[in-house]
Protein backbone atom coordinates (compact mmCIF):
# COMPACT_ATOMS: atom_id res chain seq x y z
CA UNK A 1 0.00 0.00 0.00
CA UNK A 2 3.04 2.38 0.78
CA UNK A 3 4.36 1.76 -2.67
CA UNK A 4 1.11 2.19 -4.14
CA UNK A 5 0.39 5.92 -2.36
CA UNK A 6 4.36 6.88 -3.56
CA UNK A 7 3.35 6.30 -6.94
CA UNK A 8 0.03 8.31 -6.71
CA UNK A 9 1.67 11.04 -5.45
CA UNK A 10 4.79 11.08 -7.32
CA UNK A 11 2.57 10.96 -10.18
CA UNK A 12 0.66 14.31 -8.81
CA UNK A 13 3.80 16.23 -8.16
CA UNK A 14 4.84 15.44 -11.41
CA UNK A 15 1.90 16.69 -13.19
CA UNK A 16 1.65 19.61 -11.02
CA UNK A 17 4.75 20.81 -11.13
CA UNK A 18 5.17 20.22 -14.98
CA UNK A 19 1.79 22.44 -15.42
CA UNK A 20 2.96 25.02 -13.14
CA UNK A 21 6.03 25.87 -15.13
CA UNK A 22 3.83 25.45 -18.06
CA UNK A 23 1.14 27.97 -17.49
CA UNK A 24 4.12 30.64 -15.76
CA UNK A 25 5.64 29.83 -19.23
CA UNK A 26 2.91 30.91 -20.83
CA UNK A 27 2.09 34.37 -19.08
CA UNK A 28 -0.77 32.64 -17.48
CA UNK A 29 -1.57 35.48 -14.03
CA UNK A 30 -0.01 33.87 -11.01
CA UNK A 31 -3.69 33.84 -9.34
CA UNK A 32 -5.44 32.28 -12.30
CA UNK A 33 -2.42 29.37 -12.49
CA UNK A 34 -2.49 29.15 -8.33
CA UNK A 35 -6.58 28.13 -9.44
CA UNK A 36 -6.14 25.74 -11.88
CA UNK A 37 -3.04 24.05 -9.93
CA UNK A 38 -5.40 23.31 -6.94
CA UNK A 39 -8.09 22.65 -9.67
CA UNK A 40 -5.92 20.04 -10.81
CA UNK A 41 -4.78 18.74 -7.20
CA UNK A 42 -8.65 18.37 -6.38
CA UNK A 43 -9.60 16.78 -9.56
CA UNK A 44 -6.67 14.54 -9.01
CA UNK A 45 -7.30 13.28 -5.74
CA UNK A 46 -10.74 12.54 -6.60
CA UNK A 47 -9.59 10.47 -9.20
CA UNK A 48 -7.26 8.76 -7.21
CA UNK A 49 -9.39 8.42 -4.19
CA UNK A 50 -11.61 5.77 -6.88
CA UNK A 51 -8.46 4.26 -7.74
CA UNK A 52 -7.75 3.79 -3.86
CA UNK A 53 -10.87 1.49 -3.46
CA UNK A 54 -9.08 -1.82 -3.92
CA UNK A 55 -5.33 -2.32 -4.14
CA UNK A 56 -5.47 -5.39 -7.04
CA UNK A 57 -8.50 -4.55 -8.28
CA UNK A 58 -9.34 -2.12 -11.49
CA UNK A 59 -10.53 1.24 -10.65
CA UNK A 60 -13.14 0.36 -13.68
CA UNK A 61 -13.97 -2.87 -12.30
CA UNK A 62 -15.09 -1.74 -8.99
CA UNK A 63 -18.82 -0.96 -9.00
CA UNK A 64 -19.62 2.80 -7.71
CA UNK A 65 -22.65 1.23 -5.50
CA UNK A 66 -19.82 -0.20 -3.38
CA UNK A 67 -19.22 2.61 -1.26
CA UNK A 68 -21.93 5.32 -1.84
CA UNK A 69 -20.84 7.25 0.91
CA UNK A 70 -16.87 7.64 -1.13
CA UNK A 71 -18.94 8.89 -3.89
CA UNK A 72 -21.09 11.45 -2.47
CA UNK A 73 -17.97 12.85 -0.55
CA UNK A 74 -16.00 13.42 -3.65
CA UNK A 75 -19.22 15.46 -5.08
CA UNK A 76 -19.13 17.24 -1.88
CA UNK A 77 -15.31 17.84 -1.65
CA UNK A 78 -15.34 19.01 -5.56
CA UNK A 79 -18.77 20.93 -5.13
CA UNK A 80 -17.03 22.94 -1.97
CA UNK A 81 -13.61 23.26 -4.43
CA UNK A 82 -16.21 25.22 -7.16
CA UNK A 83 -17.69 26.74 -5.05
CA UNK A 84 -14.30 28.31 -2.99
CA UNK A 85 -13.48 29.18 -6.79
CA UNK A 86 -16.35 31.12 -7.22
CA UNK A 87 -16.74 32.97 -4.46
CA UNK A 88 -15.42 36.37 -4.23
CA UNK A 89 -14.19 36.37 -0.36
CA UNK A 90 -12.57 32.95 -1.21
CA UNK A 91 -10.58 34.42 -4.41
CA UNK A 92 -9.17 36.77 -1.75
CA UNK A 93 -8.20 34.32 0.82
CA UNK A 94 -6.87 32.23 -1.26
CA UNK A 95 -5.24 34.61 -3.54
CA UNK A 96 -7.23 32.26 -7.01
CA UNK A 97 -9.01 33.10 -10.09
CA UNK A 98 -12.44 31.86 -11.22
CA UNK A 99 -12.36 29.11 -13.87
CA UNK A 100 -13.79 29.22 -17.13
CA UNK A 101 -15.55 25.57 -18.13
CA UNK A 102 -12.85 25.34 -20.66
CA UNK A 103 -10.41 25.33 -17.61
CA UNK A 104 -12.23 22.62 -16.21
CA UNK A 105 -11.68 20.25 -18.77
CA UNK A 106 -8.39 21.04 -19.16
CA UNK A 107 -8.32 20.35 -15.45
CA UNK A 108 -10.08 17.53 -16.01
CA UNK A 109 -8.08 15.78 -18.51
CA UNK A 110 -4.94 17.05 -16.98
CA UNK A 111 -5.80 15.17 -13.94
CA UNK A 112 -6.40 11.55 -15.94
CA UNK A 113 -2.70 10.82 -15.54
CA UNK A 114 -2.78 9.72 -11.91
CA UNK A 115 -5.70 6.89 -12.35
CA UNK A 116 -3.97 5.79 -15.48
CA UNK A 117 -0.37 5.17 -13.30
CA UNK A 118 -3.09 3.86 -11.03
CA UNK A 119 -3.76 1.10 -13.28
CA UNK A 120 -0.25 0.69 -14.75
CA UNK A 121 0.85 0.21 -11.18
CA UNK A 122 -1.61 -2.21 -10.38
CA UNK A 123 -1.16 -4.47 -13.70
CA UNK A 124 2.27 -4.16 -13.23
CA UNK A 125 1.50 -5.69 -9.72
CA UNK A 126 -0.32 -8.44 -10.24
CA UNK A 127 1.89 -9.57 -12.57
CA UNK A 128 4.39 -10.29 -9.80
CA UNK A 129 5.44 -13.40 -8.28
CA UNK A 130 3.39 -13.61 -4.65
CA UNK A 131 5.99 -13.07 -1.99
CA UNK A 132 5.80 -14.54 1.38
CA UNK A 133 5.74 -13.10 4.28
CA UNK A 134 6.06 -15.77 6.75
CA UNK A 135 9.32 -16.63 8.18
CA UNK A 136 11.43 -19.30 7.70
CA UNK A 137 9.69 -23.10 8.80
Known sequence: MIAQVLVGG???AVICFAAWIAL????????????MILA???????????????ERQS???VPLRNNRLLVVGAAVA????????ELPVMQSLL?????????????????AP???????????RQSQPAV???GPT
Not at 24 to 35: I, M, Q
Not at 105 to 110: I, Q
Not at 114 to 124: N, P, Y
Request: glycine share 4%; proline share 3%.
Open 114 to 124: VLIAMEAWKRW
Open 59 to 61: AFG
Open 78 to 85: LGIHILAT
Open 10 to 12: LTM
Open 24 to 35: LEADVAEAEARG
Open 40 to 54: LLVVMQSYHVFSCRS
Open 132 to 134: STA
Open 95 to 111: SIAPLAPETWFAVAMLA
